[in-house]
Protein backbone atom coordinates (compact mmCIF):
# COMPACT_ATOMS: atom_id res chain seq x y z
CA UNK A 1 0.00 0.00 0.00
CA UNK A 2 1.37 3.08 -0.53
CA UNK A 3 0.77 6.50 1.52
CA UNK A 4 1.24 9.97 0.53
CA UNK A 5 4.76 11.56 2.02
CA UNK A 6 4.75 15.09 3.26
CA UNK A 7 7.86 17.30 2.21
CA UNK A 8 9.24 20.41 2.76
CA UNK A 9 12.08 21.65 1.06
CA UNK A 10 14.02 24.60 1.32
CA UNK A 11 16.43 25.50 -1.03
CA UNK A 12 20.43 26.74 -0.05
CA UNK A 13 22.00 28.99 -2.54
CA UNK A 14 25.36 30.19 -1.25
CA UNK A 15 28.53 28.59 0.17
CA UNK A 16 27.87 31.56 2.86
CA UNK A 17 24.14 30.33 3.84
CA UNK A 18 24.13 29.88 7.48
CA UNK A 19 23.71 26.76 8.96
CA UNK A 20 19.98 25.79 9.54
CA UNK A 21 18.85 24.72 12.76
CA UNK A 22 18.40 21.51 13.66
CA UNK A 23 15.09 19.71 12.83
CA UNK A 24 12.30 19.65 15.22
CA UNK A 25 12.14 16.28 17.84
CA UNK A 26 11.36 13.24 15.63
CA UNK A 27 11.60 14.94 12.43
CA UNK A 28 13.28 13.07 9.85
CA UNK A 29 15.54 15.64 7.85
CA UNK A 30 17.02 14.99 4.84
CA UNK A 31 20.03 17.10 3.15
CA UNK A 32 20.02 16.11 -0.66
CA UNK A 33 20.19 17.65 -3.87
CA UNK A 34 16.76 18.31 -6.60
CA UNK A 35 18.96 15.90 -9.33
CA UNK A 36 20.74 13.49 -7.40
CA UNK A 37 20.00 9.96 -8.44
CA UNK A 38 21.61 8.64 -4.91
CA UNK A 39 19.24 11.38 -3.01
CA UNK A 40 15.99 9.77 -5.67
CA UNK A 41 17.41 6.53 -4.05
CA UNK A 42 16.67 7.52 -0.80
CA UNK A 43 13.48 9.63 -1.58
CA UNK A 44 12.10 6.26 -3.87
CA UNK A 45 12.41 4.46 -0.26
CA UNK A 46 10.62 7.24 1.81
CA UNK A 47 8.12 7.43 -0.39
CA UNK A 48 7.88 3.46 -0.83
CA UNK A 49 7.43 3.37 2.97
CA UNK A 50 5.23 6.27 3.58
CA UNK A 51 7.67 8.48 5.73
CA UNK A 52 7.30 11.58 6.38
CA UNK A 53 10.37 13.98 6.35
CA UNK A 54 11.40 17.50 5.78
CA UNK A 55 14.18 18.13 2.37
CA UNK A 56 17.20 20.88 2.42
CA UNK A 57 18.45 20.53 -0.90
CA UNK A 58 22.35 21.58 -0.81
CA UNK A 59 24.08 23.05 -4.30
CA UNK A 60 27.00 20.08 -4.94
CA UNK A 61 28.79 23.06 -6.97
CA UNK A 62 28.49 25.39 -4.31
CA UNK A 63 28.33 23.60 -1.11
CA UNK A 64 27.91 25.86 2.11
CA UNK A 65 30.84 25.15 4.59
CA UNK A 66 28.39 24.13 7.50
CA UNK A 67 27.56 20.87 5.15
CA UNK A 68 31.22 19.32 5.69
CA UNK A 69 30.01 19.13 10.08
CA UNK A 70 27.01 16.51 8.72
CA UNK A 71 28.67 15.15 6.26
CA UNK A 72 32.50 15.26 6.50
CA UNK A 73 33.01 14.35 2.75
CA UNK A 74 29.94 16.92 1.36
CA UNK A 75 28.52 14.17 -0.32
CA UNK A 76 24.67 14.03 -0.52
CA UNK A 77 22.07 12.39 1.07
CA UNK A 78 22.37 12.90 4.30
CA UNK A 79 19.87 12.09 7.27
CA UNK A 80 19.34 13.64 10.46
CA UNK A 81 16.95 13.22 13.24
CA UNK A 82 17.07 13.72 17.08
CA UNK A 83 21.06 14.27 16.73
CA UNK A 84 21.85 11.23 15.16
CA UNK A 85 23.09 12.00 11.44
CA UNK A 86 23.54 9.16 9.13
CA UNK A 87 25.42 9.14 4.99
CA UNK A 88 25.61 6.92 2.04
CA UNK A 89 22.51 6.27 -0.05
CA UNK A 90 22.51 2.87 0.41
CA UNK A 91 23.31 2.53 4.04
CA UNK A 92 20.67 5.63 4.97
CA UNK A 93 18.33 3.85 2.63
CA UNK A 94 19.02 0.36 4.67
CA UNK A 95 18.73 2.08 7.93
CA UNK A 96 15.48 3.43 7.48
CA UNK A 97 13.84 0.12 5.80
CA UNK A 98 14.83 -1.49 9.04
CA UNK A 99 13.84 1.61 11.48
CA UNK A 100 10.59 2.68 10.11
CA UNK A 101 7.06 0.96 9.91
CA UNK A 102 5.59 0.19 6.55
CA UNK A 103 6.94 -2.93 3.98
CA UNK A 104 9.92 -4.47 4.66
CA UNK A 105 11.78 -3.23 1.53
CA UNK A 106 15.41 -5.55 1.65
CA UNK A 107 14.96 -8.86 0.26
CA UNK A 108 15.74 -11.36 3.31
CA UNK A 109 16.77 -14.52 1.46
CA UNK A 110 20.56 -14.13 2.36
CA UNK A 111 21.55 -15.91 -0.72
CA UNK A 112 19.13 -13.90 -3.06
CA UNK A 113 20.47 -10.44 -1.70
CA UNK A 114 23.94 -11.32 -2.44
CA UNK A 115 23.38 -12.03 -5.93
CA UNK A 116 20.96 -8.25 -6.15
CA UNK A 117 23.85 -6.49 -4.35
CA UNK A 118 26.45 -8.15 -6.87
CA UNK A 119 24.20 -7.23 -9.69
CA UNK A 120 24.09 -3.97 -8.35
CA UNK A 121 28.40 -3.75 -8.17
CA UNK A 122 28.30 -4.60 -11.69
CA UNK A 123 25.49 -2.16 -12.67
CA UNK A 124 27.50 0.54 -10.62
CA UNK A 125 30.79 -0.10 -12.50
CA UNK A 126 29.40 -0.38 -15.97
CA UNK A 127 25.88 1.18 -16.81
CA UNK A 128 26.48 4.20 -13.83
CA UNK A 129 29.81 4.36 -14.81
CA UNK A 130 29.81 5.14 -18.58
CA UNK A 131 26.48 7.02 -18.57
CA UNK A 132 28.51 9.50 -16.20
CA UNK A 133 31.04 9.50 -18.76
CA UNK A 134 28.51 9.99 -21.62
CA UNK A 135 27.10 13.30 -19.91
CA UNK A 136 30.65 15.15 -19.49
CA UNK A 137 30.94 14.69 -23.18
CA UNK A 138 27.84 16.60 -24.04
CA UNK A 139 30.18 19.45 -22.60
CA UNK A 140 32.75 18.58 -25.20
CA UNK A 141 30.80 17.41 -27.87
CA UNK A 142 32.94 15.12 -28.89
CA UNK A 143 30.37 12.50 -30.98
CA UNK A 144 33.04 9.95 -31.55
CA UNK A 145 33.69 9.61 -27.35
CA UNK A 146 29.87 9.96 -27.08
CA UNK A 147 29.20 6.97 -29.66
CA UNK A 148 31.78 5.12 -27.65
CA UNK A 149 30.49 5.28 -24.08
CA UNK A 150 26.80 5.19 -25.32
CA UNK A 151 27.88 1.80 -26.92
CA UNK A 152 29.26 0.38 -23.46
CA UNK A 153 25.83 2.07 -21.70
CA UNK A 154 24.03 -0.44 -24.05
CA UNK A 155 26.45 -3.67 -23.47
CA UNK A 156 25.59 -2.60 -19.78
CA UNK A 157 21.62 -2.36 -20.18
CA UNK A 158 22.10 -5.70 -22.69
CA UNK A 159 23.54 -7.78 -19.66
CA UNK A 160 21.27 -6.18 -17.36
CA UNK A 161 18.73 -7.64 -19.10
CA UNK A 162 20.33 -11.18 -19.26
CA UNK A 163 20.11 -11.15 -14.94
CA UNK A 164 16.62 -9.74 -15.16
CA UNK A 165 15.68 -12.75 -17.04
CA UNK A 166 17.72 -15.14 -15.21
CA UNK A 167 15.96 -13.56 -12.35
CA UNK A 168 12.30 -14.96 -12.87
CA UNK A 169 10.52 -12.21 -11.70
CA UNK A 170 9.23 -9.06 -12.84
CA UNK A 171 11.11 -6.99 -10.32
CA UNK A 172 14.33 -7.71 -8.90
CA UNK A 173 13.68 -8.05 -5.81
CA UNK A 174 10.28 -10.08 -6.55
CA UNK A 175 6.53 -9.23 -7.72
CA UNK A 176 7.27 -6.08 -6.39
CA UNK A 177 9.89 -3.38 -5.89
CA UNK A 178 11.92 -3.59 -3.35
CA UNK A 179 14.98 -1.46 -2.11
CA UNK A 180 17.54 -3.31 -5.15
CA UNK A 181 14.57 -1.89 -7.15
CA UNK A 182 14.81 1.31 -5.56
CA UNK A 183 18.60 1.49 -5.70
CA UNK A 184 18.69 1.14 -9.32
CA UNK A 185 16.21 2.89 -10.78
CA UNK A 186 17.57 6.49 -10.49
CA UNK A 187 19.76 5.66 -12.88
CA UNK A 188 17.93 4.13 -15.43
CA UNK A 189 15.65 6.88 -15.05
CA UNK A 190 18.51 9.39 -16.50
CA UNK A 191 20.04 6.81 -18.82
CA UNK A 192 16.23 6.63 -20.74
CA UNK A 193 16.23 10.53 -20.55
CA UNK A 194 19.98 11.35 -21.73
CA UNK A 195 22.08 8.57 -23.50
CA UNK A 196 20.45 7.51 -26.75
CA UNK A 197 19.71 3.92 -26.00
CA UNK A 198 16.48 2.60 -27.51
CA UNK A 199 15.23 0.61 -24.72
CA UNK A 200 12.65 -0.92 -27.53
CA UNK A 201 15.65 -2.74 -28.71
CA UNK A 202 16.37 -4.42 -25.03
CA UNK A 203 12.63 -5.34 -24.25
CA UNK A 204 13.17 -7.07 -21.16
CA UNK A 205 14.72 -3.70 -19.97
CA UNK A 206 11.95 -1.82 -21.19
CA UNK A 207 9.62 -4.18 -19.66
CA UNK A 208 11.13 -3.63 -16.49
CA UNK A 209 11.44 0.43 -16.80
CA UNK A 210 7.56 0.65 -17.43
CA UNK A 211 6.83 -1.53 -14.61
CA UNK A 212 8.70 0.78 -12.50
CA UNK A 213 7.25 3.44 -13.64
CA UNK A 214 3.76 2.63 -12.93
CA UNK A 215 5.36 2.30 -9.21
CA UNK A 216 3.57 4.75 -6.83
CA UNK A 217 6.64 5.45 -4.99
CA UNK A 218 8.80 6.24 -8.59
CA UNK A 219 5.40 8.51 -9.77
CA UNK A 220 6.14 10.89 -6.40
CA UNK A 221 9.55 11.09 -7.32
CA UNK A 222 10.42 11.22 -11.17
CA UNK A 223 11.43 13.83 -13.05
CA UNK A 224 10.73 14.21 -17.28
CA UNK A 225 13.09 13.84 -19.66
CA UNK A 226 13.28 16.90 -20.87
CA UNK A 227 14.21 18.49 -17.07
CA UNK A 228 16.95 15.91 -16.66
CA UNK A 229 18.34 17.13 -20.22
CA UNK A 230 18.20 20.48 -19.17
CA UNK A 231 19.73 19.73 -15.82
CA UNK A 232 22.59 17.84 -16.78
CA UNK A 233 23.51 20.20 -19.18
CA UNK A 234 23.88 23.00 -17.01
CA UNK A 235 25.35 20.53 -14.49
CA UNK A 236 28.12 19.60 -16.39
CA UNK A 237 28.77 23.29 -18.25
CA UNK A 238 29.65 24.18 -14.11
CA UNK A 239 26.12 25.98 -13.31
CA UNK A 240 26.07 26.37 -10.24
CA UNK A 241 22.10 27.42 -10.75
CA UNK A 242 21.08 23.98 -12.37
CA UNK A 243 20.49 22.20 -8.92
CA UNK A 244 16.86 24.12 -8.34
CA UNK A 245 16.04 23.97 -11.88
CA UNK A 246 12.28 23.37 -12.84
CA UNK A 247 9.33 23.14 -10.30
CA UNK A 248 10.24 23.19 -6.46
CA UNK A 249 8.00 20.39 -5.68
CA UNK A 250 8.15 17.10 -8.40
Not at 66 to 81: A, D, L, Q, R, S
Not at 84 to 102: C, K, N
Not at 179 to 205: C, F, G, M, S, W
Not at 221 to 234: A, D, G, V
Request: proline residues 6%.
Amino acid sequence: MFFPVVIIVTFLRLLGSAEPTPPAKGVLRVYGMKFCPYVQRLKLVLAAKGVAHETININLLSKPKWYFTKNPMGKVPTIEIDDVVIYESDIVSEYVDAVYPGRKLCTTNALKSAKEKMFLVYWGNNCVVNYYKYARELKNNDQEAKDAFCALVKEGLEKTATFLENNGTPYICGSQPGLTDYLLYPHLERINAIVPVDLKQIPRVKAYFDAMQEDEAVKSCRFSNELHLEFIKKYVTGDVGAYDIGPVAE
